[in-house]
């Protein structure tokens, strides 16, 4: 970002993201803020263990068949077990990974976050992330 660190009110938090669906960052982000976020740990499920980056070699390719799209990936075109986030229960999904620098804020909400995995599946999934985040307001 182009426009100084003192100029920015900047918020930070911390917590843990389980391998599971949506859950709520319990941190307010407003519409324009700039997003923050770093990601460490090891989450997975029956195929292996794996970084927030998730399955390089395994990227989600479409649509899910056979159950609704709102159960599906949330952020197809993307690694499997990648951490995704979205601002709002609405928000748009958008990649984390390990980190996520410089991420404008499309809506108001608090920050959500998520295993790149299909909602039907997350039984055999396993493992959390220590994510830390810092909220920049202009």
Do not use: K
């Amino acid at each position: 970002s182009a426009r100084s660190a003192a100029a920015a009110m900047r918020r930070s938090g911390s917590g843990t993201c389980r391998a599971s669906w949506w859950q709520d960052s319990g941190i307010p982000v407003v519409q324009g803020d700039e997003l923050w976020i770093r990601a460490t740990g090891t989450w997975g499920d029956s195929v292996g263990s794996v970084g927030p980056d998730g399955r390089s070699s395994q990227i989600v390719s479409g649509p899910c068949e056979g159950i609704p799209q709102e159960d599906c990936f949330p952020l197809p075109g993307y690694p499997i077990d990648l951490l995704v986030g979205r601002v709002g229960e609405t928000g748009i999904a958008f990649r984390i990974g390990s980190g996520a620098a410089g991420v404008i804020a499309g809506a108001t909400g608090n920050l959500q976050l998520v295993i790149n995995d299909r909602r039907d599946i997350l039984w055999d999934n396993f493992g959390s992330l220590d994510v830390v985040v810092t909220v920049c307001r202009p």
